[in-house]
């Protein structure tokens, strides 16, 4: 099989399902709009997002079952180049209902199928198979039940022994034991930064100073830190850049995240200058803001944005 420039790894992928409702109520029966169905889980999104934008990129999880039937004809239909492992639990859904009166998220996650070692171990296996190893691992998302918190760790040894660049989006243990093998890049979010070092990470320069210290113990080259509304931080060992949320009308907050680690390695794998890397990455989040449920964005809207997106250097 042909190595794709970038790999990504969705241990726990999900059928998507979204849809809407006016006010959600306890009690009362929410009369809904019509569903809409995607492909799921992180790094499932970044590879569609990565796919959109021209990315020669695969696909790799486990699945089983209906759930798992139907993800994968939903990533043929987006023509989302992939590699399904399967397995003997039912692949989980997610839930999603957006409430109109508000503009208010509801997300209910499942935890997904528990992962045998002998299934979790041929992920791993997969991914040291190539002769030539890919030079972009993108792992995403939470682990399901079964699979070790170390196990990005382990993929993370691996990977970095064959020399492909490991891009982690995750949190908790398993997050912190990642670190501890050396990533390339991390994108936490404001609260799973403050999990990780236990510091309450109230300014800019404190936020600066976590990354860095990050940065200077060699658990990774690069720290993206997103915060939300007030935009995001990218932090390397010589630079350190801020960039404001780009306004836009919200349908959904579903898939920022992910849409951001899309645009950044995206562009980093075509060798752009970090500060343009930047712009990508909070264009295709913002852009993602845009659609309803996990549709996630549309390449006309991430270049349109990610021009409106101003980067600065960011604290002392």
């Not at 987006?78 to 590699?83: H, T």
């Not at 236990?198 to 993206?224: F, H, K, W, Y």
């Not at 997103?226 to 850049?241: F, I, K, N």
Request: net charge neutral; proline share 6%.
């Amino acid at each position: 099989m042909h190595t794709p420039d970038i790999l990504t790894l969705t241990m726990n992928p999900a059928l998507d399902v979204s849809t809407s409702t006016d006010k959600v109520m306890d009690t009362h029966k929410l009369r809904c709009a019509a569903a809409q169905y995607h492909p799921g889980g992180g790094g499932i999104n970044v590879a569609r997002v990565l796919q959109r934008l021209g990315s020669d990129c695969l696909a790799l999880y486990p699945a089983g079952g209906m759930n798992g039937q139907r993800l994968r004809r939903l990533l043929d239909q987006e023509q989302v180049r992939s590699q399904c492992l399967a397995i003997a639990g039912e692949t989980r859904e997610s839930f999603h209902v957006h409430e109109t009166a508000s503009g208010r998220d509801f997300r209910f996650v499942l935890p997904g199928p528990a992962l045998s070692a002998t299934e979790w171990q041929a992920c791993l296996d997969v991914v040291s198979a190539p002769a030539v190893p890919p030079p972009w691992l993108v792992a995403s998302g939470s682990l399901p039940p079964g699979v070790p918190a170390d196990f990005y760790a382990r993929l993370t040894r691996l990977a970095r022994v064959r020399g492909s660049r490991v891009v982690l989006d995750s949190s908790g243990p398993a997050l912190a034991a990642a670190l501890a093998e050396g990533v390339y890049l991390i994108k936490p979010s404001l609260r799973e930064l403050r999990e990780l070092t236990g510091l309450p990470l109230e300014t800019d320069t404190q936020r600066l100073a976590a990354a860095r210290t990050i940065i200077s113990a060699g658990q990774a080259q690069i720290v993206a830190l997103s915060l939300g509304e007030d935009g995001a931080l990218l932090v390397t060992a010589d630079q350190a850049l801020r960039a404001s949320a780009v306004p836009v009308n919200v349908a959904s907050t579903i898939g920022a995240g992910d849409s951001f680690v899309g645009g950044l390695v995206w562009a980093l794998s075509r060798q752009t200058d970090l500060a343009q890397a930047f712009r990508y990455a909070m264009g295709s989040a913002a852009a993602a803001l845009l659609t309803a449920g996990t549709a996630l964005c549309q390449p006309a809207d991430v270049e349109r944005l990610a021009r409106e997106v101003v980067v600065t250097p960011a604290g002392a």
